[in-house]
Structure formats: C-alpha cells, structure tokens
C-alpha cells in the first residue's frame, strides 16, 4: 500500500526534474568559474573519490592521499 496520494505523487514526479537541472546547473557554474588558488583544489572537488561498497571498484586511497596532499601544500607543482 502506497503511503502517498496519487496527487503526492504526481507533484513529487514533477519536482525531480527540476531538483535535478538545478543541480546539474550548479554543478556546470561551479566546474566552469574561474581558477582560484591551487589548481588541485579545483582537481581534488571536481574527482569522484568516494570509496565504493562493490568489488569492482578499484581502491583509491592512495589517489585521494596525492590529491590531498596536493590541494594543501602551497608549493605544489602547477600552483603559483
């Protein structure tokens, strides 16, 4: 038994598309805005690190370890 009215759900259908682009809209401005600061910064927010709970994903620990400790240090390589 479905807890939402057919109303409930068809408001809800209708705002999940635009939840959606707003997202993807964000996502787009805060990829294309101009550099600031370290480019590994930019590099570390724009890569998806996130530890996968499946066997197929690969171990990104050390990755996310470089990435880190380049968006921190102030004489990495490429940051002015």
Request: with cysteine; charged share 25%.
């Amino acid at each position: 038994m479905s807890l939402l009215t057919h109303a409930q759900r068809k408001f809800v259908a209708c705002l999940v598309p635009i939840l959606s682009r707003d997202q993807q809209k964000a996502f787009i401005e805060s990829r294309d805005a101009p550099a600031k600061g370290n480019p590994w910064e930019r590099v570390y927010n724009l890569v998806d690190l996130n530890p996968k709970a499946q066997k197929s994903v690969k171990d990104v620990t050390r990755m996310r370890s470089i990435l880190t400790q380049l968006k921190t240090a102030p004489n990495a390589p490429g940051a002015a």
